[in-house]
Each structure stands twice: as C-alpha cells, then as structure tokens.
C-alpha cells in the first residue's frame, strides 16, 4: 500500500496569513494527488485535483505542488472560513486510494 | 445536483452485520461516467477508503476489509449498500457514501471523490 504522512499534524495561523502543508508519498504517485478540505461535522470538500489544478468553484488563493513523493497545499491568505483539516489523498494506486493523517489548520 | 444520502442503524452489536444504504438523487449509479465508493472516518482519525462500485464488472475492496466487505446496488431505487461483517469496536466510525469521478487528461485519469453524503454514524457495542 502506499502510505501518506502529513506535515504538520496542526497548525495555528491568523486571518491572512500565507499557510503551507506538506504530503509526501511513500513511493512515486507523479501527480496523482488530490487535496481535501473538512470542516467539523461535515463530509470532506475536495480542493485540488492533479497536485495543482483547482476544483471548480474552489477559491483562488487554494493551490498545489509538487510531484513524485513530495506535494504541497498552499493558502495564500487565509479567511475564517478555511479554518478546518486538510487531508492529501493518492490515486495512483486506483482503486487503493490512501488518505494523510490530516492536518488541522486552528485560529491563532 | 447530485446528492447522497446514507441511512442505516447506527448501533450495531459486535461480531454483527453492519448494513447502510446510500440514496443517490440528482444522477444515475447506472451511468458508466462514474464509480460509487464507501469511506469511513474513526472520530478524531483519518479517513480511510471501504469499497466501490460500478455499474459493470465487479466491486472492488480495500484488501484490509475485504474478507468482511459486501457492496451491491439496487438501480431500480438508485441505491447501493454497504455490509460489514464481523464487526468490532475498531468499525466505530462515520461511513460516507460518496460518487468518484474522473478527469481525463490526454489518457491519464485523475480520479477525485466529488460528491459525498453528509455522513453516518455507526457505533459497535453490546
């Protein structure tokens, strides 16, 4: 199975901050990486697709990078409502899809 | 709009059969576009991926479940169900039904989870 790790595991951050997360693969998936975003009782919302092409309707200030075994998400200026987890997930290895532990974006 | 709903017990007793079903309005699980899949989220822990369907050929299981995992569909009521067999208290968790779809990009198929239910949650105890 291909395992996700997730850096860091939680965050504090304010209100236009620039805010950065990390995923890394245990093997090369290239760019079949999508991101995800949770909010406290609520089914996940996915962000990103493809390491870095944006969801439609999803904001601008979401975006990926990275390929192989190294990605990242990217809030450029975070608003009061990202405030929630994020988690990475692989689809190389369809239909064996993995997901991050999570990473917990929490108001400074 | 598409939308799922799950329904089903939400207690189960251990070494039971855990069922749900998932109501799928607004589109077709007969469409050959898309694959339905169960996920499953222990409270406060990731999310980890059961199963899916598809209109033709055969489901396919995480190899971790597979020995307990059933899923089927109904396409007369838009439906398909999840069973879980031999259940413990490790099976506690929120379980979403959820539509993956497919972008297809020069042959290279980038699959996301797109449309979700809100979510079940099922505890296992005595």
């Known amino acids: 199975d291909i395992q996700m790790t997730q850096a860091p595991s939680s965050l504090s951050a304010s209100v236009g901050d620039r805010v950065t997360i990390t995923c890394r693969a245990s093997?090369?998936?290239?760019?079949?990486l999508n991101w995800y975003q949770q909010k406290s009782g609520k089914a996940p919302k996915v962000l990103i697709y493809?390491?870095?092409s944006l969801q439609s309707g999803v904001p601008s200030r979401f975006s990926g990078s990275g390929s192989g075994t190294d990605f990242t998400l990217t809030i450029s200026g975070l608003q009061p409502e990202d405030f929630a987890t994020y988690y990475c997930q692989q689809s190389y290895s369809t239909p064996l899809f993995t997901f991050g532990p999570g990473t917990k974006v929490e108001i400074k | 709009q598409v939308q799922l709903q799950e329904s089903g017990p939400g207690l189960v007793k251990p070494s039971q059969t855990l069922s749900l079903t998932c109501t799928v309005s607004g589109g077709s699980i007969s469409s050959d576009s898309y694959y339905w899949s169960w996920i499953r989220q222990p409270a406060g822990e990731g999310l980890e991926w059961i199963g899916r369907m598809f209109p033709s050929g055969s489901p396919k299981y995480n190899p971790s479940l597979k020995s307990r995992v059933t899923i089927s569909r109904d396409t007369s009521k838009n439906q398909f169900s999840l069973k879980l067999s031999s259940v413990t208290a490790a099976d506690t968790a929120v379980y979403y039904c959820?539509?993956?779809?497919?972008?297809?990009?020069?042959?290279?198929?980038?699959?996301?989870?797109?449309?979700w239910g809100q979510g079940t949650l099922v505890t296992v105890s005595s």
């Open positions: 093997q090369n998936i290239k760019n079949y």
């Open positions: 493809a390491a870095s």
């Open positions: 959820a539509r993956e779809y497919y972008y297809d990009s020069g042959g290279y198929y980038y699959r996301i989870f797109d449309y």
